[in-house]
């Protein structure tokens, strides 16, 4: 897939949002599943900066403060765009390996290799990828968000089932288990990195007990 075009590219992430049983049957490898992310998400991460270009410039006004904070504004976005256009693949590859780690190899559920894995997310992926620079749009972000997420999760499972040789009952299953333990993870680290800051804001406890004060000497 590395050779083809980006309409190619385009033509099939649409294809397999509106049929996902059958365009997510072909498989990629490792190399030509992180450019196929890259090309799909090139055009909405430029939209995705124009509107928070767009989107500071309304909130700034003709004062310092305003011109400021709508600079601010739109930097921040600029910037949360572009590290997420780098960082996308990368993250496929963690979130793939995780459920590669537990549902293949420790409970041994499929036999397929990690790219099938690796294959099926980058199909889920493809909703968000085309649609998350319109999730800064006021009035459209909250139904759109619920609409992405329900719709990659459909994605997702009737991709593994494709790719692994699976139910999609068994799919849907494993998804589940694996995001339920991914929450768990995180819980875990981020009460380890608070811990030290909650201790430190309690402090010492200090001494309760009743035991009596010792008398002074004469």
Same mark, same amino acid.
């Given at each position: ?5 980006? &309409? ?10 509106? @049929? ?12 030509? $599943?992180? +450019? ?9 991460? +430029?939209?995705? !900066? !124009?509107?928070? %270009?767009?989107? $500071? ?15 601010? *504004?739109?930097?921040? $976005?600029?910037?949360?765009? &572009?590290? /997420?256009?780098?960082? /996308?693949?990368?993250?496929?590859? !963690?979130?793939?390996?995780? =459920? @590669? ?8 559920? =499929? ?13 889920? &992926? ?5 649609l998350f620079w319109l999730l800064n749009v006021p009035g459209l972000n909250i139904v759109l968000a619920i609409v992405i997420i329900i719709w990659e999760f459909i994605i997702q499972i009737i991709a593994l089932s494709n790719q692994l040789h699976i139910s999609r ?10 995001? !339920?333990? +991914? %929450? ?17 804001? *309690? $402090?010492? %406890? ?10 002074? =000497?004469?």
């Amino acid at each position: 897939m590395e050779g083809n075009s980006f &309409i190619d590219s385009y033509k099939r992430a649409i294809d397999v949002i509106l @049929h996902p049983g059958v365009a997510t049957k072909d498989t990629m490898t490792l190399k030509s $599943g992180i +450019i196929e992310v890259y090309k799909v998400g090139l055009i909405p991460a +430029i939209l995705g !900066i !124009i509107i928070s %270009v767009l989107l $500071g410039s309304t909130l700034a006004t003709t004062s310092t403060l305003g011109l400021v904070s709508g600079a601010f *504004v739109s930097l921040l $976005g600029v910037i949360g765009v &572009i590290i /997420e256009y780098i960082l /996308e693949p990368l993250l496929l590859i !963690i979130v793939a390996g995780i =459920y @590669h780690l537990i549902v293949g190899k420790l409970f041994r559920i =499929y036999k397929s290799g990690f790219s099938n894995v690796y294959t099926a997310f980058v199909y889920g &992926i493809f909703p968000y990828m085309l649609l998350f620079w319109l999730l800064n749009v006021p009035g459209l972000n909250i139904v759109l968000a619920i609409v992405i997420i329900i719709w990659e999760f459909i994605i997702q499972i009737i991709a593994l089932s494709n790719q692994l040789h699976i139910s999609r009952f068994k799919a849907f299953g494993t998804l589940l288990l694996e995001y !339920i333990i +991914i %929450v768990i993870i995180s819980a875990l680290i981020s009460f380890a990195l608070l811990l030290p800051v909650l201790t430190g804001a *309690v $402090g010492p %406890v200090p001494y309760s007990g009743s035991r009596p004060p010792v008398p002074p =000497y004469p």
